[in-house]
């Protein structure tokens, strides 16, 4: 059985750091990324990480968050810096089996899911 699980979340000032991580099990994927999705708003891409360790990160993190992975412990990690309040939301993991290359930073290219990690940063 597939699963995801995230960790890491919090509450934070901002100007903090955290680091969100997510475990999977069940299955290697070939890539993972993060999504978010603050309260009456669309889930939105945030960062994925192919399996050749292509990132791709969207115009609102770029520079503040790094994403990561580590094949040994099947595990992908979100180092977020610089956290803003815009940055509050839940994040969610998401993995793709699929090795076709497709773009991956859109939700449909995902084909599991975790239950998501609230982070709140206040100003």
């Known amino acids: 059985q597939v699963q995801l699980v995230e960790s890491g979340g919090g509450s934070v000032q901002a100007g903090a750091s955290l680091r969100l991580s997510c475990a999977a099990s069940g299955r290697t994927f070939s890539t993972m990324g993060w999504f978010r999705q603050a309260p009456g708003k669309e889930r939105e891409f945030v960062a994925s990480i192919r399996w050749n360790n292509n990132t791709y990160y969207a115009n609102s993190v770029k520079g503040r968050f790094t994403i990561s992975r580590d094949n040994t412990k099947n595990t992908v990690y979100l180092q977020m810096n610089s956290l803003k309040p815009e940055d509050t939301a839940v994040y969610f993991c998401?993995?793709?089996?699929?090795?076709?290359?497709?773009?991956?930073?859109?939700?449909?290219?995902?084909?599991?899911w975790g239950q998501g990690t609230q982070v709140t940063v206040s100003s």
């Open positions: 998401a993995a793709r089996t699929g090795l076709t290359f497709v773009v991956v930073t859109t939700r449909g290219a995902y084909d599991y």
